[in-house]
Structures are given as C-alpha cells and as structure tokens.
C-alpha cells in the first residue's frame, strides 16, 4: 500500500483490491463491511457469481466519519448505490437490521458475534494475578478501547470505589490516557493493563473476574446499535454484564437476567453499581447463575446455525 491512511488509503485499497479480485477465481464473495463493498460487487457482477454483504456495524454511522462531511457523503453514497441492489446480507444485530430495513426496505439476516463455550478453561486465581479476595474484580476488555467507550468514567468511578479492582486486557487509542490517569490518581495497585491475549488466554482471564464491562456512550448511531463482541464472552466465562444503557445489550440483560444496567456513563453512577455489588454478593451470585444459565443459548455452537442456514440459500 503506497498510502497508509485517509482518503487515498480507501481509494488505493479498493483499487488494488478489485484488480485482485478480477484476475482470481472465486465461487462466492464477501465483503465485510461497506470499505470492501464496491469492489467486491463490481468483480460479482462481472464474474456473475453470489456476493454476501456481511455488515459487521452501522459502518455511516461510526464516530469517526460523523465530522467529515465529505467522506461521510462519499460512503453513503456507495451504500444507496449498492446495498438495493444486493441479495444476500448479514449483520450483528437487530437493531441494525432493522435499520438498513427502514432505509432500504432489505432486512438483513442477524447473526450475533457470539463466543464459543469457554467452560473448558480455568481461570487464574487471585494469587497469580495479585488481586486481594476480598476485592470485587471487574474486566474491560477489547481491541477499540477508545474514546466514548467509557473508560476514563471507569477509572474515576474505581478511585472513588473502595475494594474494587480492575482488569483492562487488549488495545485502543484511549488506553494511554487511562494508564496516566490510573497513575496519577494512585490506583495503581487496584487496575492491571494487560495487552492484547489469544482468546484462551484472554478468557483465562476473564473467567477470573466477578463481571465485565461494556459502558460504550450512546453518542453516534453505531454505538446506539452495537451489540459489542466482549459482551458475548462475558457471558461465555460466566460472569455478569455491567453495560451501558443501550437497545442491544440491555434487551440480551433484560431477557436472562444477566446483568446490570448503567443509566448515564458518569463515575458517581459507575461506582453506585460496584458498591450495590459489594453489599449485596447475594445479588451478585445470583447474575452469575443467570449468567450461566444464559450461556447455554448465547453461544457460538447454536448461533452458527443462522449462517449454516443462510449460506444453504446461496449454495
């Protein structure tokens, strides 16, 4: 790739990729969301042969293109061209079904990101990970720890929290901000930065905590849609979902009981759940059982059958 990032980065990309793509032979294509699209539907059309769209989010939607009008324009336009035209399409949650349906009269076919069983892999003690028993630990994990994920809220509402640790396992553009932000306010001892694991070894983790995280800001209408991977391993490792108030994870928390809701993301709020946590462990185990029990449905094994279905279609 002679350009690494912007405008003529995607431009080059789809370029080279659609070249790629003609001088290939292929039975079907997929184009994981709209950067890949206009070429992949260009080189099906031409070789006469199926094209999936599978949407991984409400790509016009994402924060980053919100403020570039222009860029944002060009993308919208590339989906109004193709995305009437197309037969085949997945994405990962309903609500953004039901969107691209209200826009172009499509309902796309929704298959959740879920985890596989993790029931298999032990997770660490407390011992090797030097966390106190007595503390409740948490979890934030993922690869888009970024702004408007909530993680500056989670630092402040830990530092405000007695007896309370914290688990940040993966990678993102905030992180740097959170580790100074841990330093300064003395928590040191309390939050452990961990990069980014293998699944397993990420779940070793993860199984270890009392309840994940997910305080994603309802700030763009991607993140209003979104149903985050990291939600589904938490409920893969047993362990309960502390989520912001958002459509897609608070219908899976309402539905199995698995969790808590955060009305706002603010520190005062954030802390309020862990101390209700603390004082109540009765409450506590009584998520995890929920969890559990909501693990037996919400897996990778039983939602790979809507794609197993939807390929049959093509096939």
Same mark, same amino acid.
């Given at each position: ?58 790509f ?16 919208k336009?590339?989906?109004?061209? !193709? @995305? ?53 630990? $948490? ?5 888009? !720890? ?22 940040? +396992? ?22 452990? @930065? +961990?990069?980014? $694991? ?26 209003? @849609? ?5 939600? @589904? ?13 958002l459509?897609e994870?608070?219908?899976? +928390? ?5 969790? $808590?809701? +955060? ?14 946590l ?5 409450l ?14 919400l ?17």
């Amino acid at each position: 790739m002679i350009f690494k990032k912007g405008f003529l980065f995607y431009k080059f990309f789809n370029i080279r990729l659609l070249f790629y793509l003609l001088f290939n032979r292929y039975d079907i294509l997929v184009a994981d969301d709209l950067d890949t699209l206009l070429p992949n539907f260009i080189a099906a059309r031409l070789k006469r042969i199926p094209l999936v769209y599978d949407s991984h989010e409400y790509f016009t939607g994402v924060a980053e293109i919100q403020n570039r009008t222009f860029v944002k324009w060009v993308w919208k336009t590339i989906e109004k061209m !193709i @995305f009437p035209r197309l037969k085949y399409i997945m994405t990962v949650s309903d609500s953004i079904a039901v969107k691209y349906e209200n826009e172009y009269g499509i309902r796309p076919v929704t298959v959740r990101n879920c985890s596989n069983s993790s029931t298999a892999i032990n997770g660490y003690s407390r011992e090797e990970m030097h966390v106190k028993s007595e503390h409740l630990l $948490l979890v934030l994990q993922g690869t888009g !720890i970024n702004e408007d994920r909530g993680g500056e809220e989670l630092i402040e509402a830990i530092r405000i929290t007695e007896n309370v640790s914290l688990l940040v +396992i993966g990678s993102g553009d905030v992180l740097p901000v959170l580790r100074e932000k841990v330093k300064s306010s003395g928590i040191s001892d309390r939050v452990i @930065f +961990i990069p980014k $694991l293998p699944w397993v070894e990420l779940m070793r983790y993860t199984r270890s905590a009392d309840a994940g995280l997910s305080l994603d800001k309802d700030t763009n209408l991607n993140n209003h @849609f979104s149903l985050p991977n990291k939600l @589904f391993d938490y409920i893969s490792a047993g362990i309960p979902v502390i989520s912001g108030n958002l459509p897609e994870p608070g219908k899976i +928390i309402h539905e199995y009981g698995c969790g $808590l809701i +955060i009305r706002q993301i603010n520190a005062g709020e954030i802390a309020s759940v862990f101390k209700n946590l603390l004082g109540n462990r009765e409450l506590l185990n009584e998520l995890k059982r929920n969890t559990r029990k909501a693990s037996e449905y919400l897996n990778w094994k039983n939602e790979s059958e809507r794609v197993r279905d939807f390929y049959k279609q093509i096939i």
